[in-house]
């Protein structure tokens, strides 16, 4: 049986539509899937640069490799003394509610740190008691610890 040119049209418009529609449900799924994969890449990447690497652990040492901080500041946390690294926003993409921020004890050593202040982070009343004191230089930094370390040494 022999079909008529009009049936073999209108299957191949059947299987051509038929493609088509498959073709359109595997770009909505691909698409927005391949977008939120690059946007949790970029936001990683954004984080990875707020991050101290894991060998820093003393204040000497992230100062020699980390930006330059947006605030410095010694601030008094009940009867102990904190240095309080107040960095920059982590980028565009990831827009926490406030900057990065890097905790040290009075000896220089990296405490914690957390990529946004702001948002209920356990840096929060750190960062805003740093914005209240005077911004000291690395420097002053340096010869505050070291200060501190012979007076310790001292002591023993």
């Given amino acids: ?6 049936c073999t049209a209108a299957t191949a418009n ?6 088509s529609i498959i073709r359109s449900v595997v770009l909505c ?7 939120l994969g690059l946007w949790a890449w970029v936001i990683k990447l954004e984080m990875d640069a707020m991050s101290p690497p894991p060998n820093v652990k003393t204040f000497e040492e992230f100062a020699t490799v980390m930006p330059p901080p947006a605030r410095l500041a010694l601030v008094r946390h009940g009867t102990e003394f904190f240095v309080v690294w107040v960095g920059d926003y ?7 509610s406030g900057p990065a921020c890097y905790l040290f004890d009075s000896s220089g ?3 914690q740190w957390t990529p946004g202040t702001g948002d209920g982070s356990a840096l929060d009343d750190f960062a805003t008691e740093a914005g209240w ?5 690395i420097e002053d930094i340096r010869s505050l610890l070291l200060g501190r370390t012979r007076q310790t040494n001292d002591v023993r």
Avoid at 1 to 6: I, T, V
Avoid at 14 to 19: A, E, I, N, Q
Avoid at 29 to 35: D, E, M, Q, R
């Fill in 29 to 35: 799924i691909l698409v927005p899937t391949v977008c």
């Fill in 14 to 19: 059947r299987d051509r539509s038929g493609r």
């Fill in 1 to 6: 049986m022999k079909r008529s040119p009009e």
């Fill in 90 to 96: 982590c980028g565009p993409v990831f827009v926490p």
């Fill in 133 to 137: 004191r005077p911004n000291q230089t």
């Fill in 109 to 111: 050593t990296l405490l």
